[in-house]
């Protein structure tokens, strides 16, 4: 399928990338400490940093995987947006204030405030690559689907290398820029992804006389008369096992935003808890809007380009909002879309990047590895090197990953989150009998139990044709060994994550009375929260 001219894709992309480039490279030379490295040197405004996480949430699984599910399957991939979205209450509620006052860069701070440093720091860190690791994939498929689809590369060799190149400049943002650079970049892709999603739900909506149920019957015809775009459960109601499916992906979706290392991570770039609490609520407010355009996006690239013709696209079901953007404004508007949905995917892999990169740095280098004796600029080298590490790593799974629903891969992520990391952040800041056993029972039995879960699932392999794309969508073809039947392991995995950390608490005697109260106090009030940050 040729859409649109690859010359002018191209060279709309390379004056993106050479923009950014240019923020980057001007940012690299404020930062001076790891504080600036790891957290911006906690400067930013709590609408700067709000607009920063919604940079960093919409990722490409909200703007290609969402748009695709939506005009595909209809109402069912509009469960996306709603759990994407609720899921931000949790964290606003739970844990972005008190996240704020008692950590200073990564997670494992917390976590481990009140409890054996090196075991839990340790735990606390390879959960974080882990979730990393799977929202890697996500961006990583979506780079891979979009540009196949803007340059006509069908192969997957040739996605491969524009994986591999996605990758590449993806390392470089976190080298020389850090949190600093990182933030930004998804500032601007923030505003521009929201803009450019706004103009064609206008556009969208024009064509349909500003009428969302013209809109939607168009939809309709479309597909011949697939009235179940309109109603629930068109995919997840088809058997037992399918509607057990849709809990779990619930689950996954509400409660993992609260436990996404990337997401935690920015609260530390503020300088109060005031401005965190700010944060959350201005990325609601922006996050919000952007979800209400995705129902109009996916609905319109149904009505107007048909969910056969993005099924069989490059890209498959991803290629729906750039196919959409070709229909409405030929060749210019498909560049300008596809390079912001590109931005999109090098903020959010950058900004995965450096939390994945801090936490290994900060937590298993700086604090178990040299007891906390080490040099700032040690630690911020070690970082570096471990970026570079994880780019490696996101390339390999990024190949493998290519074809899947982006939106899809990234709900795996959070199923992983809520239940190694939501369990022990809640457990360490609000029960006051929670020790160091009861932490590593619930990081390393919940991550182990979704990761399991994940591997023998129809996920990876195993799964029949979909006859809305006329292909298997298992990671691995043409072998079968799965045992759990459902897709996401939320359902299973985040309640072994709150029990395991409860049953590892009962089991020890550990108890450190004078600490937890400390922490309560530092978490409710922010007292000591300056002193934590100066480092």
Known sequence: MDIGSPGVNIAIFVIFVVATLFIVLRVAGTNKTAADYYAGGRAFTGQQNG????????????????????????????????????????????????????????????????????????????????????????????????????????????????????????????????????????????????????????????????????????AVDRAGGAEGLLEPMNRYGVSGTSKLDFISLALALVLGTAGLPHVLMRFYTVPTAKAARQSVTWAIALIGLFYLFTLVLGYGAGALVGPEEIASAPGGVNSAAPLLAYELGGTLLLGIISAVAFATILAVVAGLTITASASFAHDIYANVIKKG?????DEVRVARITAVVIGAVAIGGGILANGQNVAFLVALAFAVAASANLPVILYSLLWKRFNTSGALWSIYGGLATAVTLIVFSPVVSGKPVDPATGSSTSMIQNVDFHWFPLDNPGLVSIPAGFLFGYLGTRLSKEFNAAKYAEMEVRSLSGAGAEKATQH
Do not use: C
Not at 108 to 134: E, H, I, K, N
């Open 51 to 218: 607009t920063a996480i919604a940079g960093d949430y919409l990722s490409a699984a909200s703007f290609l995987g969402i748009a695709g599910a939506i005009a595909i399957y209809g109402y069912d991939g509009f469960l996306y947006s709603i759990g994407f979205l609720v899921a931000w209450l949790v964290a606003l509620l739970l844990v972005a204030e008190l996240l704020r006052n008692t950590g200073r860069f990564t997670m494992a701070d917390v976590v481990s405030f009140r409890m054996r440093q090196r075991p839990v720091r340790t735990a606390a860190s390879t959960s974080t690559l882990a979730v990393s690791f799977f929202y890697l994939l996500a961006q990583m498929a979506g780079a891979g689907g979009l540009v196949a689809l803007l340059l006509g590369v069908e192969d997957e060799g040739g996605q491969g290398v524009v994986i591999a190149v996605v990758g590449a400049i993806m390392v470089f943002y976190v080298l020389v820029g850090g949190m600093k650079g990182t933030t930004w970049v998804q500032i601007i892709k923030a505003i521009l992804l929201i803009a450019g999603a706004g103009v064609m739900t206008v556009w969208v909506m024009a064509k349909h006389n500003f009428d969302l149920s013209e809109l939607m019957g168009a």
């Open 373 to 377: 004796e080490v040099k700032a600029d």
